[in-house]
Every structure is written in structure tokens, then in C-alpha cells.
T-cell receptor
């Protein structure tokens, strides 16, 4: 069974640009959640999707958005990039409706550098 | 919101040594998971352990939910155990997974 796949693995953008990151969950998993990891703030929850609906959202500005498609693949978008958006973005999937009640499997992450 | 504190922040061991990592949380939680992040950034789930004790090879974990802490035991450590260990809990509402700051483990041969 293939794991959680995130693309791209590495990318470099400049301030003001926007970026889209993709996450393909494990086959059969319908819940996808996103996290941002930075040296200063650690791992922080961004949002969670289940069956194309955003179930929960973390404390991030509106520049951070996401969506989930009917095949459970998810994308997140960050507009008007700032230097502080440089981070490792991690996606996780689970096979339960409630991510809190199930084991999370993470992808390898997308490392974004904003110059 | 719920607070998750991990200790120690850093741990340096010789290969073969044992260690105990601790995770304290400030409120009742729905679950608790332990993860290992390898040097390439990949987070690997070690245990899903809202309460009780589980063992997987050289690793074991115990969560005492009533006293709001969890322990991760690593026995006979190997260099491949190096990395950052995180505990994470879901708040009561189940709306967010809260991570601790992690324990960085370095195992030398």
C-alpha cells in the first residue's frame, strides 16, 4: 500500500508569490490534515478535511487555504507569501472519520523556502 | 488551550543505553500519539495510546490519562533511533492535534 505522497518535496518562492502543495492520502483514507513545522513555532495544525469538507481550521491567516477533491487528494495554497511562511508543510491521512480517534500517517513533507 | 510539555528537550546517549521520554498535558485529551521524526523530516507514528501500556520491539509507551502524562521508553538504543520524538494530543473537542516541542535524541556508537 503506497504511503502518503506529498509534492513537491522542495520549492523556493519569493515574497508576494503564491504556492500550491499537493497531498495524496493512503488509498481508502478520506481524512486529510495539514501541519506547518517551523523551528520557532514547532508543529502547528493548519486544517483538516473529510469527504471534501473542511472540518477544522487552525489559527492561521486567511492567506492559508485548502481543499479536498472527490478522490480524497488535498491541496493547500498560501497566497502573498511572507518570509515567515518558510517551513516544512506536512500532510497526514487517516482511515477514520474522526482523525482524533485514529492513527495518523504522515507524508515526507514539502519544504518551502521564501526568499 | 491545552498545553503539551515534553522533557527532556535534548538527550545524548551511547548506543545500548536505555532512556525515558516524558509528555505532560494540561487537560483531558481524546487520544495521545507518539511520533519519531527522522533527519529527513518524515514523521513516523510509533504509538496511538490514549491510556494503558503498549510495546513494539525495543519501544514501549505508557499513558496515565488520569494523571495527564505519558512516557516513552527506548531500550538498547541504536544510532537509528536518533531524531526528534514528539507526543501529540487531540483536544476534547477533537478539533486540533496539539504537538509538544519534542525531545531531540542523539545516539552515538
Amino acid at each position: 500500500k503506497a504511503g502518503v505522497t506529498q509534492t513537491p518535496r522542495y520549492l523556493i518562492k519569493t515574497r508576494g508569490q503564491q504556492v500550491t502543495l499537493s497531498c495524496s492520502p493512503i488509498s481508502g483514507h478520506r481524512s486529510v490534515s495539514w501541519y506547518q513545522q517551523t523551528p520557532g513555532q514547532g508543529l502547528q495544525f493548519l486544517f483538516e478535511y473529510f469527504s471534501e469538507t473542511q472540518r477544522n481550521k487552525g489559527n492561521f491567516p486567511g492567506r492559508f487555504s485548502g481543499r479536498q477533491f472527490s478522490n480524497s487528494r488535498s491541496e493547500m495554497n498560501v497566497s502573498t507569501l511572507e518570509l515567515g511562511d518558510s517551513a516544512l508543510y506536512l500532510c497526514a491521512s487517516t482511515d477514520g472519520q474522526a482523525s482524533w480517534a485514529n492513527v495518523l500517517t504522515f507524508g515526507a513533507g514539502s519544504r518551502l523556502t521564501v526568499l | 488551550g491545552i498545553q503539551v510539555e515534553q522533557s527532556p528537550p535534548d538527550l545524548i546517549l551511547q548506543e545500548g543505553a536505555n532512556s525515558t521520554l516524558r509528555c505532560n498535558f494540561s487537560d483531558s485529551v481524546n487520544n495521545l500519539q507518539w511520533f519519531h521524526q527522522n533527519p529527513w523530516g518524515q514523521l513516523i507514528n510509533l504509538f496511538y495510546i490514549p491510556s494503558g501500556t503498549k510495546q513494539n520491539g525495543r519501544l514501549s509507551a505508557t499513558t496515565v490519562a488520569t494523571e495527564r502524562y505519558s512516557l516513552l521508553y527506548i531500550s538498547s538504543s541504536q544510532t537509528t533511533d536518533s531524531g526528534v520524538y514528539f507526543c501529540a494530543v487531540h483536544n476534547q473537542a477533537g478539533t486540533a492535534l496539539i504537538f509538544g516541542k519534542g525531545t531531540t535524541l542523539s545516539v552515538s556508537s
